[in-house]
């Protein structure tokens, strides 16, 4: 990209601007936090907020450099090599600072020590890395997974496998002997006793997993409204990994709505969200997330405006959800990845991204967003027609009260047409014979007409009447005619209750 195009992307993980030159400090933590994760370039010589590029003097970009590198030099460990360029946009001198993924974590101030000095970059701030993100980084230097690591508190003969091994059969054909298991690495031999890895006491509903992976669970809930006030369900996944992410996308497709919509002269049934891409996003959520962070679990919370998963761990550094495109594969948890995919619980390796991004396309109403939330990893499905779709919805409500009270108190026709050409388009004719009427009556006709004047239902045909295949479907207005009825309803049916018992 050119400067131009760069000045209007956000700060953020692999991007800084400072329009002078950072005090010391604060240079060397925005170096080491790029080395420490996927790499990024800072510019000096561009204001923040607002955005802007004021340059440098051309007379200091020379000492400015030898600055930049002396605190990178003396400050940072170990040895960071970064790349230091000029530019020059609209007669206005930059530096540009480059900084590599290191190959040699955990970086840290010299001055400070790897453990009151190791900065990570959380979003686009720079964050002192705590214990655990230290752990996690060597093991990044040892190419060595966090699942992977001997538990040996119990022989693996021990735990309690029955369910792992049960749906992987089921799964794969194949029976998990001690033999499979050595192979999977899901065991390793230790004095000559076999112990599990972190994966399969994972994968096991042992006693173990829930002392030492108490937040290893999905928590689901619906919302009533937009905000977190108030939860209409909820659910604690609290069952194996392998079976957790399947349990979490039940839990969204109860609580998301399946509905009509018109392409072309048909009526389609389809679900408001894209919930292939979904089903992916909760089984990398699960697959992917850091299980070495201790108080943290999957969230899965679906509002009235949008679906959010939530999982434990920054992206790992080689993936970009902005190139969803683009086949991407780096696997956090090393052992419990290739038992996914023998499990079809993923499929083939890098076809994530890519499968959301696809189905995506066809829901060009929802808006796909992802950030970087404390140390967790969110993505959102959002309906951009949400608040659009409420005032049409109010609006709708005012123009057909009548209508709607009458169905309400004093039921007609009205609903029960709707409801049969909500699947698919039908004649006049076909619709009379649903009904149970050998022709159509004048009730029904006036119905229809109603119906058509309210735009509730409309013509597949609308330029030709008369024309022997047409057809009559539901409108947009018409289904949300129905949600208003079905929401009522309820109410309704409880005023009447208490009138009685009153």
């Given amino acids: 990209m050119t400067i131009k195009e760069i000045i209007k992307q956000p700060e953020g993980r692999r991007l800084e601007f400072k329009e002078i030159l950072p005090e010391n400090a604060d240079l060397a933590n925005t170096i080491i936090a790029f080395a420490n994760d996927a790499g990024g370039e800072l510019y000096i010589g561009i204001r923040d907020n607002p955005r802007e590029i004021v340059g440098l003097p051309e007379e200091d970009l020379m000492k400015i450099e030898e600055q930049v590198s002396n605190i990178i030099f003396d400050r940072c460990y170990p040895a960071i090599l970064p790349d230091i360029t000029f530019l020059t946009e609209d007669d206005k001198h930059i530096i540009r600072v480059t900084v590599y993924r290191g190959s040699s974590p955990a970086y840290h101030r010299k001055d400070k020590g790897k453990q009151k000095g190791t900065y990570i970059r959380v979003g686009s701030s720079n964050r002192l890395a705590d214990e655990e993100i230290i752990a996690e980084l060597e093991r990044r230097k040892r190419n060595v997974s966090f699942d992977s690591e001997l538990i040996m508190d119990k022989p693996a003969d021990e735990l309690n496998l029955e369910n792992f091994k049960q749906a992987y059969q ?34 096991s509903d042992d006693e173990l997993r829930r002392s030492l992976f108490p937040f290893a669970k999905v928590e ?10 108030e939860f209409i369900d909820q659910k604690s996944i609290l069952s194996n990994i392998a079976t957790q992410a399947e349990e979490a996308y039940n839990f969204v497709l109860r609580h998301i709505n399946k509905g009509a919509t018109v392409e072309g002269v048909y009526t389609v049934s389809r679900w408001e969200y894209p919930v292939k891409a979904i089903r992916e996003t909760i089984r990398n959520s699960v697959l992917h997330r850091d299980y070495s962070l201790s108080g943290k679990d999957v969230k899965v919370a679906i509002y009235d405006d949008m679906v959010e998963i939530t999982s434990p761990g920054l992206l790992p550094p080689s993936i970009d959800y902005a190139a969803m495109e683009s086949r991407q594969s780096d696997a956090r948890n090393k052992v419990i990845a290739p038992v996914f995919k023998r499990m079809g619980i993923i499929d083939q390796w890098g076809n994530g991204l890519k499968l959301i991004a696809d189905e995506l396309k066809e829901y060009p109403h ?10 967790s990893f969110q993505v959102q499905f959002v309906k951009l027609d949400y ?58 006709y006036k119905i229809l007409s109603k119906l058509t004047e309210d735009k509730l239902i409309e013509d597949t045909i609308p330029d030709n009447k008369n024309h022997p295949k047409q057809k009559l479907r539901i409108t947009k207005r018409g289904v949300i005619f129905l949600e208003a009825l079905k929401s009522n309803y309820g109410k309704v049916r409880f005023e009447k209750a208490a009138a009685i018992d009153g």
């Fill in 366 to 375: 929802i808006d796909f967003r992802w950030k970087e939330t404390g140390l």
């Fill in 387 to 444: 608040i659009a779709g409420q005032e049409l919805r109010q609006e709708l409500r005012q123009e057909l009260q009548q209508e709607l009270q009458q169905e309400l108190h004093n039921p007609t026709m009205y609903s029960e047409v709707l409801y049969k050409v909500i699947e698919s388009p039908l004649s006049r004719k076909e619709i009379s014979e649903a009904l149970g009427q050998k022709q159509i009556s004048g009730q029904l």
């Fill in 170 to 203: 089921d799964k794969t054909g194949d029976i998990l002997d001690a033999q499979t298991l050595r192979k999977l690495e899901l065991v390793k031999n230790m004095n000559g006793v076999e112990y599990p890895t972190s994966a399969l006491i994972l994968f």
């Fill in 220 to 229: 689901c809930a619906r919302f009533k409204g937009t905000t977190a006030e």
